[in-house]
């Protein structure tokens, strides 16, 4: 399972860029950093600097195909970033096209508002983005997880990082039964 964790050179919540990150090793999955350009990426505690992480992959370079899922970090300044740069919003729209899950938490939305992949989708983020959500077509629940499949892929949310371990136990459920259904349907396409 090789999952690309997406984010802008600065602003991620820290701990919403680790914690999903240990539980994809944790799971014995790989990983990887994606950001918007090459070099560390300067991570947050909220307001305070944090540590820095170095970009593995940058969008432009890499797409979908090379993923079985994509979790999308939050901070505030990291997803507004993100919906700025064409490239970051295309890699991320392209996980839909493609019908592979994604993960949002906290103000990672906004992202998914820029790539209009919210209609008609249940979801939940930081509570001043449910007016963003209702904009973009997109039902906001006020719940510690979310699991929709009411679209072209699963989309798993949640509001904020004390929703970290149901959340990460809620993506790995989802991406491993995508990577499994995937790995099967590449075997019986290569069994032809």
Do not use: Y
Request: charged residues 25%; contains cysteine.
């Amino acid at each position: 399972m090789r999952i690309a964790l997406l984010v802008a050179p600065e602003g991620v919540e820290q701990i919403e860029l680790t914690d999903p990150w240990q539980a994809v090793t944790d799971a014995g999955g790989e990983p990887v950093l994606v950001s918007t350009a090459p070099g560390p990426v300067q991570a947050f505690h909220h307001l305070d600097k944090g540590d820095t992480f170095p970009v593995q992959q940058v969008v432009g370079e890499t797409g979908a195909e090379r993923f079985d899922g994509l979790v999308l970090p939050g901070g505030v300044a990291n997803p507004d970033a993100l919906r700025m740069d064409e490239r970051a919003v295309a890699f991320v729209k392209e996980f839909f096209e493609s019908r592979k899950p994604v993960a949002a938490i906290c103000h990672a939305p906004w992202t998914l508002v820029e790539a209009d992949v919210l209609h008609g989708r249940t979801l939940t983020s930081w509570p001043s983005l449910r007016t963003d959500i209702r904009n973009a077509g997109g039902d906001w629940v006020d719940e510690q997880v979310k699991v929709c499949d009411g679209g072209p892929n699963t989309l798993i949310t949640s509001r904020k990082p004390d929703d970290l371990k149901a959340f990460c136990e809620a993506f790995l459920t989802e991406f491993t039964k995508a990577a499994k259904a995937a790995k099967a349907a590449k075997a019986a396409e290569e069994s032809k």
